[in-house]
């Protein structure tokens, strides 16, 4: 698909309209993506987030981007993993429509997700993979607005099992592969 892609990179130094912040649900910074995040948009992203009271796993809110190239940052808490059987790949899907939907209703084009989930909050990244991927897709499908969304990796290991996992259920031919 032409609107989807998966690369590798620093989601920080994005120059996608809005990038996802995998946040905790203070929104008040953390380790990981959600650390690099508040630390390369700096301090009036956490003033803004202040103001925001939270924000519950699943969902998602929209703030500036600051010192970010990024125009915006939408932040959504996802799942920690408990062994597949406490909702989490619904959470997981959520978190993946929920920042779409808000891309979609404020007219932003391009969208940029980390792999949400998959560091400290322990998600399996092949099932994760699965999730991100179908929740994505879906929208897309169903949807105008983002006009483009990447998937990125922050090391190759990882955008290759988002690729196999791309190829393995959406690439129609050889020429789709990722």
Not at 62 to 69: A, V
Request: charge should be neutral.
């Amino acid at each position: 698909m032409e609107r989807f892609s998966i690369v590798t990179g620093d989601i920080t130094q994005s120059d996608a309209e809005a990038i996802v912040n995998a946040a905790n649900t203070s929104l008040l910074g953390g380790r990981g993506v959600d650390g690099a995040i508040h630390k390369a948009a700096g301090p009036k992203l956490l003033a803004e987030c202040l103001t925001l009271n939270g924000c519950e796993t699943g969902q998602a809110k929209i703030t500036g981007g600051y010192r970010l190239r990024a125009r915006y940052v939408l932040h959504t808490p996802g799942p920690v993993w408990q062994g597949g059987s406490m909702g989490e790949p619904a959470l997981l899907a959520s978190c993946y429509r929920s920042c779409l939907t808000l891309a979609a209703e404020r007219g932003i084009r391009t969208v940029d997700f980390p792999s949400i989930s998959t560091g400290i909050y322990g998600y399996p990244l092949p099932q994760a993979a699965v999730v991100a991927l179908k929740a994505i897709m879906d929208f897309l499908e169903a949807h105008d607005l983002p006009e483009r969304v990447r998937m990125v990796c922050h090391t190759e290991e990882t955008a290759r099992i988002y690729r196999q996992t791309w190829n393995l259920w959406y690439a129609e031919d050889k020429s789709s592969k990722l």
